[in-house]
Structure formats: C-alpha cells, structure tokens
C-alpha cells in the first residue's frame, strides 16, 4: 500500500541549512511532492519531482531523489524565520490522487 | 482568480447537530477533495471526486456525506455531529490531466463539535 513517513520536528537557527526527510513505500510513484502550510493556511505545492530525475533545484530549495531508498530531501538554503511552517512530502501514483506524509514542524530560530 | 474558496472559516456544534460545508473552484479542475487535518495526524482524505457526477470514499468517510454539485463545487456534509469531528477541514482541486497531480488548497473550515 501506499505509505509516507516524514519525522515530526525540525529545528534551525537562521542563517543555517534545513534539510527535511521522507520515506515512501511505493515504488510505482511517479511524482512526489512538497507543499508547505503556513500558520492558519492551507497547504501550498513548494516543488515536485518527477521519478526518474534525482535532484531538482529551485533558487534556495534543492529536492534530491533516491529511488533505490525511496528516500525524498528537501533542502532549504539560508533559511529564514519566514521558513517556519509545517513542510508536507507527497506522492502519487497516477493523476488525481496524492498521499501525504504527516508533515515536518521546522522551526527557525533567529 | 480566487483560486480554492471554502465557507464558513470557523464553526461551532453541539453534538446531533448537522452541517454543511462549502467549497468551490474557478479554475476548470476536474478533480475536487475534503481533507481533515488533525494533530500529528496530518491529512486523511475523507472523499474525493474524480470528476463532475462521481463521488469515492477515502481514508476516514464515515459520518460525512459528499455531493459533486457541478464541476465548480463539492460540499461536505454532517449528518449528526460528534466530538471527534472536531478538526480543521480542507478542500482541495487538481486538473488530474496526466501530469503532476498539482493540489490547490482552500483556507480551511476549523469546527468545533461540543
């Protein structure tokens, strides 16, 4: 079945790198996701990656696939306090039809 | 373009009592979903529709009901409210054309079930 694992927190000082963290479980996944939500909002798509690509940049977010692990990073540069969100993975099979992981609290702190 | 629009923001119940959620797109989606967001629990899909006239249960239906009115509008209902319907609800569109799977989410509706 399909399965999305993030871990829960994530803590930086500002100024520093943030990387955030998620594992799937299905391997016919053909693009995966991260969406962020701000405080009292709703989620918003930050960057996708198609399967057969392993890295994804994107001015201060940099995404890196490994398919082998079913391992997806989001790496945000120079993080800044108004990074401070919940960061979301997500995957899908075909058109119309996401998974989300439990989302990643990252906290940044000045 | 208001992009996803969902009404009401807020709302309170008293345990029996029913509701209905709006939410509508004006961005020509074919694909329409109800989510809640929980506490460390992230998102569980309730329903979705794949398109204008179908309707299909998803990780946590019981207790709502869904109606696909037209291709801009799906709503949410609550029969008989219960305590653990108490969460902050999302309704989200996507073109599901057979590229990316791109959701656009609403503001979200925070009830309160007493």
């Known amino acids: 079945g399909e399965d999305v694992e993030q871990s829960l927190f994530l803590s930086v000082r500002e100024g520093d790198s943030s990387v955030i963290n998620c594992t799937y479980t299905d391997s016919s996944s053909t693009y995966l996701y991260w969406y962020k939500q701000e405080p009292g909002a709703g989620l918003q798509l930050l960057t996708y990656i198609f399967s057969n690509m392993d890295m994804k940049q994107d001015q201060r977010l940099t995404v890196l696939l490994n398919k082998k692990d079913k391992h997806l990073s989001l790496r945000i540069a120079d993080t800044q306090t108004g990074d401070s969100a919940i960061y979301f993975c997500?995957?899908?099979?075909?058109?119309?039809?996401?998974?989300f992981g439990d989302g990643t609290t990252l906290t940044v702190k000045p | 373009n208001a992009g996803v629009t969902q009404t009401p923001k807020f709302q309170v119940l008293k345990t029996g009592q029913s509701m209905t959620l709006q939410c509508a797109q004006d961005?020509?989606?074919?694909?329409m979903y109800w989510y809640r967001q929980d506490p460390g629990m992230g998102l569980r899909l309730i329903y979705y529709s794949a398109s204008e006239g179908t309707t299909d249960k998803g990780e946590v239906p019981n207790g709502y009901n869904v109606s696909r009115l037209n291709k801009r509008e799906f709503s949410l209902r609550l029969e008989s409210a219960a305590p653990s319907q108490t969460s902050v609800y999302f309704c989200?569109?996507?073109?599901?054309?057979?590229?990316?799977?791109?959701?656009?989410f609403g503001p979200g509706t925070r009830l309160t079930v007493l």
């Open positions: 961005m020509n989606h074919n694909s």
């Open positions: 989200a569109s996507s073109e599901a054309s057979g590229r990316a799977d791109e959701q656009f």
């Open positions: 997500a995957e899908s099979i075909r058109a119309g039809k996401s998974t």
